[in-house]
């Protein structure tokens, strides 16, 4: 199993630029598909972006699409989300998620993840 941690979350302006981080520990990194995900106040949990195991695949929720990068280093166990020209609407707390599996697959539905982190809190405002 692998338990994974999230930071660099923080409140930041319209039009600025935040990068996210997951940490991962314990079984190894890229065993795993990863993702992100991010839950608003009073709204569902919805899927942010996804990355393959070798990093070779992408997706990205419509909402953050061309804003938004997900990226991997496998040799620090660590996965990034690169926010750029954020919106007040991306105020969310932002989960990182890994599922295990042996293809370069990609999933972009949270029941597919078994390994979830605790969240970071992303507020952006004027």
């Known amino acids: 199993q692998v338990q994974l941690v999230e930071s660099g979350g923080g409140v930041v302006q319209p039009g600025d630029s935040l990068r996210l981080s997951c940490a991962g520990s314990?079984?190894?990194?890229?065993?795993?598909?990863m993702g992100w995900f991010r839950r608003a106040p009073g709204k569902e949990r919805e899927f942010v972006a996804t990355?393959?195991?070798?990093?070779?695949?992408?997706e990205y929720g419509s909402s953050v699409k061309g804003r938004f990068t997900v990226s991997r280093d496998n040799a620090k166990s660590t996965m990034y989300l690169q926010m750029n020209r954020m919106k007040p609407e991306d105020t969310a707390v932002y989960y990182c998620?890994?599922?295990?599996?042996?293809?370069?697959?990609?999933?972009?539905?949270?029941?597919?993840?078994?390994?979830w982190g605790q969240g970071t809190q992303v507020t952006v405002s004027s």
């Open positions: 990355i393959s195991r070798a990093g070779t695949r992408r």
């Open positions: 998620a890994a599922y295990e599996t042996v293809t370069g697959a990609t999933s972009t539905v949270d029941a597919r993840y078994t390994y």
């Open positions: 314990g079984q190894r990194f890229s065993d795993y598909a």
